[in-house]
């Protein structure tokens, strides 16, 4: 019997189904310029945490033409493979050439995990320039057919103690990447996950049945939406 202490916190989810790629485009653009203003009306700056992979790239591509105030931005990345900096498979690559090349958000406040170093060396480097990050306002989540989340892979339990840990084996390739740990991930004010496509319905499925996959071990205090388009729920 686990003790209050020990209890595990369990994720609070909010789901919301899009009826096009456009409106869970525009949805989350909202959305985070919405949240850009709380936290720089608040705080006087607002940190959020990129998602790689495919599918926010259309978001990424209404943020370069939108109106924000971007020099209180900061940018982190919740994981990339471990590539050279300039691989078109580099999820910060992606987010440059999509959107941050064209925005004026400081460039010494977009912080690329350095992935090229390898995932041991890169993994330690980026925990250190999270060491100085406080509490997230912002994380932005994609979710693999497996119902992995930033590279948090099923049957891969990761250091928790960390903030940004190595990865060896990932079933997506490349084997070796880095990763927030879903401790950090869990430490932030808001969770946005993208789910878009029939690909992702055995993960939803497995997801909102209460079987244990990556994607519901992210616990934030204010809980996690879920936008969806293309999967039923
Ligand atoms: C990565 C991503 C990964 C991605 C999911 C969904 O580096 O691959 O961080 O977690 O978000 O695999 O990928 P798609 O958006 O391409 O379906």
Redesign the pocket.
């Given at each position: 019997m686990q003790n209050r202490n020990q209890e595990k916190s369990k994720q609070i989810s909010r789901w919301h189904d899009f009826k096009t790629q456009d409106a869970i485009n525009h949805a989350t653009l909202n959305r985070i310029l919405a949240a850009a203003d709380e936290a720089i009306a608040a705080r006087g700056h607002f940190s959020i945490v990129l998602?790689?992979?495919?599918?926010p790239k259309s978001v990424y591509a209404l943020l370069k033409d939108a109106k924000a105030n971007w020099a209180h931005w900061h940018v982190y990345h919740?994981?990339d493979?471990c590539l050279p900096v300039d691989d078109s498979e580099r999820?910060s690559l992606m987010a440059r050439t999509t959107w941050l090349n064209h925005v004026e958000i400081p460039a010494s406040q977009i912080h690329d995990i350095p992935a090229e170093l390898g995932n041991i060396e890169g993994a330690k480097a980026y925990s250190n320039i999270l060491a100085g990050a406080p509490e997230f306002d912002l994380v932005l989540l994609?979710?693999?057919e497996d119902g992995?989340?930033?590279?948090l892979f099923p049957n891969q339990p990761v250091d928790n103690s960390a903030d940004a840990v190595p990865v060896f084996n990932a079933p997506?390739p490349p084997a070796d990447r880095i990763t927030l740990s879903q401790q950090r991930l869990s430490n932030t004010r808001e969770v946005i996950f993208l789910v878009t496509g029939a690909g992702k319905q055995d993960a939803v499925n497995n997801w909102r049945n209460g079987i244990a996959i990556p994607a519901n071990l992210i616990t934030p205090k204010n809980g996690v939406d879920v936008y969806c388009f293309g999967v039923n729920f």
């Open positions: 998602a790689g992979g495919g599918t919740n994981d493979r999820n994609g979710l693999g992995h989340t930033a590279s997506k």
